[in-house]
């Protein structure tokens, strides 16, 4: 039997859910630097702390806090 896979974006993540990203999308600059900090498939992330409007997002990732705007957020595929 195959499990589902619970796939979201990284801001519908409720505050102190614990998940593993799955892809991180696009190809821009600040994508890359996510990859080169860490965030890459396959990594735990919790997420910490949402600003009231929801940005910026502030996440937990290989042992550090990470902030980061709301549509970069919406870029990291997670799976609970």
Do not use: C, H, W
Request: aromatic share 2%; glycine share 8%; net charge neutral.
């Amino acid at each position: 039997m195959i499990a589902a896979i619970n796939n979201m974006v990284l801001t519908e993540l409720p505050v102190g859910q614990d998940a593993r990203v799955v892809a991180v999308n696009g190809e821009s600059s600040v994508m890359r630097r996510l990859l080169e900090m860490g965030v890459i498939p396959g990594v735990a992330v919790q997420v910490v702390k949402m600003a009231p409007f929801g940005d910026p997002i502030e996440i937990r990732v290989r042992g550090y806090s990470l902030a980061m705007r709301r549509n970069e957020a919406n870029a990291i595929e997670v799976s609970v």
